[in-house]
Nanobody, 125 residues
Framework: QVHLVESGGGLVQVGGSLRLSCVAS????????MGWFRQAPGKEREFVAA???????RYADSAKGRFTISRDNAQNMVYLQMNSLKPEDTAVYYC???????????????????WGQGTQVTVSP
């Protein structure tokens, strides 16, 4: 079992930045991929960014150039640096851990076995 806890969400103005953090505990050696997803009110959960055991990264088109995912394996941490935030980035952001061992970072939610509780990000106009 892997337990994930996100932090760092909050209220920010348009154009601002936030850094989300996620700490993993438990059987973290089995987690090859880490990702961030988000869900806005009334919308389905969507992929944001992912990083895998080969340090390959993938981003949603909406995140490219603005968001950066990074990992600190020694601390069992994964981060999402979000810059140039827009109102449409408002959502609950979830950290997720995958046991998929492919060369590409997983981007489908069904590839992730463990999920955090989420942290709210609100971008005000």
């Amino acid at each position: 079992q892997v337990h994930l806890v996100e932090s760092g969400g909050g209220l920010v103005q348009v154009g601002g930045s936030l850094r989300l953090s996620c700490v993993a505990s438990g059987r973290t050696a089995s987690t090859y991929g880490m990702g961030w997803f988000r869900q806005a009110p009334g919308k389905e959960r969507e992929f944001v960014a992912a990083n895998n055991w080969l340090n390959n990264t993938r981003y949603a088109d909406s995140a490219k150039g603005r968001f950066t995912i990074s990992r600190d394996n020694a601390q069992n941490m994964v981060y999402l640096q979000m810059n140039s935030l827009k109102p449409e980035d408002t959502a609950v952001y979830y950290c997720a851990a995958s046991q998929v061992t492919g060369t590409a970072a997983p981007i489908r939610d069904y590839e992730y076995r463990y999920w955090g509780q989420g942290t709210q990000v609100t971008v005000s106009p």
